[in-house]
């Protein structure tokens, strides 16, 4: 019998792991906490395994050289956190308008600014969905253990290929920087996805056009260098892939890239559903929030609280439907987060007026604690009892 | 000199953005003169561009073309390089777009001596927004958000790129095409980092606002203001105060970053 590969990882370690396990053959970062152990690992393993690693001179330059290599057929990847995020945004667009897949990871830490290098945060959750200018397809996954830090790394690089769009992996720092035991499961138990190609003969790829989109509203991707000699720029354009100013082209490519989202929204729609089919009281949480709102949960549970967790893993797009057959039966909704209540707005965009919605929220630094989701638990319990 | 250069142009694409008297087609044709001398297949060519009038001249060209955001071409021909050291990958950038807001990713990717060419299309404005004074717009005059003329020190294209690493460095004028053909094919040839200061007249804006007249009259101000450096020993220090030399200004051998990280996974057992 095999031996499992049984390992003691950190999460960024972790996700480094899954972005090597998914086939990524590239890396292009800038130092930054709490999301350095990634570029140190990946610069470690990508030369042993024929990959490149490159460190730039800033995380604009990062996220241009993977969007560069993933259009010469790398399967690209950058890493960093709230800073350098924010001056990723504009390639980020760039690779969404030109439809480059890659994987951007975000170990969020407090902000605004320079903030709370090396303290927990989710504050980045809604520049995750809203960072770039314009319209635009969003793909977010938050993991909230180590163990499924590296499964969710494959799926990232496994939605950006399969949708040709950037994927970003959310992870607050408390997954990124804490140890727990991990199985990597043997290679040929991962399912790797690969960018959609057309056929290769000499006739299709004169023929090429970089954004006829296929059924799923995704335009089947040659590489650079593979003969098709093709243009990309992140102006609007039209099927050739050249700048178009008719209004009709426009519209067209603006919708189809939110719409290709929407229509493989359910093969991408990751979530997690903890006793909620009677739970009057319901948790939204996510990330390391998510886990002490697991404990607050089974706590309440053993106080007779008919409590429940929905834990959202793909934040973006927003698990809509999911979380409205978890909440059927609540009556108040508590949505712990280590903001001041970004994803909440998004709870209550979804849930309405019709159900009291509290935020438990903390931006000091310090995780939220079983004991205060609990507490909000009881205070809504009670204040369902009244009534 | 003839040449059919709709071998390498998208004809469909025509006609060109370019305002009349402008000097970017004149670059654009010499690097295609020096592409069709190196005989390479237009398929393992990769031309890159940022945000500006020389940055559409990717659009133009029938090779595997990329126009990226403002002053970030150099990050993403690193990323195409990189990922397929085989293409020849070559950048064209404005005044603006290398030296302003892609000043950082200029002085890096010299100092990094990746096999890159970079072609600056200086006309010394920003020409697509308007004509607003550019980090190589000398001072005194004028643009449109230097009305009373400039009173920036300028930075000089090929001394920072000599400054920053950069292995193969040369200055053309567009009105000597067979001078700025043997910079360009030079630099195409040379191993590293190159960086050609290509000098072409912007009449609408920066010859406008600064009341330089004609096209031609422009470029024969260009000659005037410069000297070929073979023959600067032959010159006095007189003779050459506040001229700029054009032609090859800088060569030099030096590790080459694809193939020292080739090296890199040979010496760690990878299979390049």
């Known amino acids: 019998m095999a031996t499992k590969d049984i390992r003691f990882l950190q999460g960024n370690e972790a996700c480094a792991e899954g972005a090597l396990a998914a086939g990524c053959n590239f890396f292009g970062g800038y130092p930054i906490s709490p999301s350095s152990e990634i570029a140190e690992y990946m610069s470690n393993r990508l030369p042993r395994i024929g990959g490149r690693f490159i460190q730039m001179e800033d995380e604009i330059a990062s996220i241009g050289v993977v969007i560069g290599a993933s259009l010469a057929g790398s399967k690209a990847m950058t890493a960093t956190s709230g800073p350098g995020f924010s001056l990723m945004q504009e390639n980020m667009g760039f690779a969404m308008m030109a439809e480059v897949p890659c994987v951007i990871v975000n170990v969020m830490r407090g902000g605004p600014s320079t903030g709370n290098p090396t303290g927990p945060s989710q504050s980045d959750v809604m520049q995750t969905k809203w960072g770039t200018h314009g319209d635009h397809p969003a793909v977010v996954i938050s993991p909230a253990k180590i163990s499924e830090v590296f499964g969710l790394t494959v799926k990232a690089f496994n939605f950006a290929e399969m949708l040709r769009t950037p994927v970003v992996l959310a992870i607050d720092e408390i997954i990124a920087h804490m140890r727990e035991k991990i199985e990597i499961p043997p290679k040929r138990s991962i399912e790797v996805v690969n960018r959609p190609a057309p056929r290769k003969t000499k006739k299709a790829i004169a023929e090429y056009n970089p954004y006829v989109p296929g059924e799923d509203l995704v335009p089947p991707m040659l590489n650079y260098g593979e003969g098709a000699r093709y243009h990309v720029t992140g102006l609007d354009h039209d099927e050739t892939g050249f700048p178009s100013g008719k209004p009709e082209i426009m519209e067209?490519?603006?919708?189809?890239?939110?719409?290709?989202?929407?229509?493989?929204?359910?093969?991408?729609?990751?979530?997690?559903?903890?006793?909620?089919?009677?739970?009057?009281?319901?948790?939204?949480?996510?990330?390391?929030?998510?886990?002490?709102?697991?404990?607050?949960?089974?706590?309440?549970?053993?106080?007779?609280?008919?409590?429940?967790?929905?834990?959202?893993?793909?934040?973006?797009?927003?698990?809509?439907?999911?979380?409205?057959?978890?909440?059927?039966?609540a009556k108040h909704v508590i949505v712990p987060e280590m903001n001041l209540g970004q994803y909440r707005y998004e709870v209550e965009r979804v849930l309405g007026k019709g159900v009291p919605i509290t935020g438990v929220h903390r931006v000091n630094g310090e995780p939220i604690l079983p004991s205060l989701i609990l507490d909000a638990i009881e205070k809504a319990g009670k204040k369902g009892a009244k009534k | 000199m003839s040449m059919d250069y709709f071998k390498y142009l998208r004809k469909e694409r025509m006609p060109h953005i370019w305002c009349p008297g402008c000097g970017h087609g004149m670059v654009m044709k010499s690097i295609l003169r020096g592409l069709a001398k190196l005989d390479v297949d237009p398929n393992d060519v990769c031309v890159v561009s940022g945000i500006g009038c020389s940055s559409r001249t990717p659009g133009y060209l029938d090779f595997n073309t990329l126009?990226?955001?403002?002053?970030?071409?150099?990050?993403?021909?690193?990323?195409?390089?990189?990922?397929?050291?085989?293409?020849?990958?070559?950048?064209?950038?404005?005044?603006?777009?290398?030296?302003?807001i892609g000043g950082n990713h200029f002085i890096h990717s010299c100092r990094r001596n990746i096999d890159i060419t970079l072609v600056v299309f200086n006309n010394y404005i920003y020409g697509m927004t308007g004509g607003q004074v550019s980090p190589t717009t000398p001072t005194g005059q004028r643009g449109t958000t230097a009305p009373h003329g400039s009173i920036e020190q300028p930075f000089n294209v090929t001394d920072l790129a000599i400054g920053s690493g950069a292995t193969y460095v040369g200055r053309a004028l567009d009105v000597d095409s067979v001078a700025m053909d043997r910079v360009i094919l030079n630099a195409m040839k040379h191993k590293g980092f190159s960086v050609v200061d290509a000098w072409s007249q912007c009449p609408t804006y920066f010859g406008r606002q600064n009341r330089l007249g004609t096209a031609t009259q422009m470029m024969e101000q260009y000659k005037e203001v410069t000297y070929n450096v073979r023959l600067a020993n032959k010159l006095t220090d007189e003779e050459k105060k506040g001229k700029f030399p054009v032609g090859e200004l800088h060569k030099k051998e030096r590790p080459e970053y694809c193939e020292e990280y080739q090296m890199l996974m040979h010496r760690l057992g990878a299979k390049a």
Do not use: W
């Open chain 1, 252 to 329: 067209d490519l603006n919708r189809r890239l939110l719409d290709k989202i929407a229509v493989n929204k359910d093969k991408i729609t990751l979530f997690e559903c903890s006793e909620t089919n009677d739970a009057e009281i319901l948790v939204v949480a996510y990330g390391s929030s998510a886990r002490s709102a697991k404990r607050s949960v089974s706590d309440a549970r053993k106080k007779g609280i008919k409590a429940g967790l929905f834990r959202a893993i793909t934040l973006f797009p927003f698990p809509e439907k999911q979380l409205l057959k978890a909440a059927k039966k």
């Open chain 2, 67 to 100: 126009h990226t955001t403002h002053g970030r071409a150099l990050p993403f021909a690193t990323g195409v390089k990189l990922t397929r050291p085989d293409m020849k990958v070559i950048v064209v950038s404005g005044d603006g777009d290398a030296m302003a």
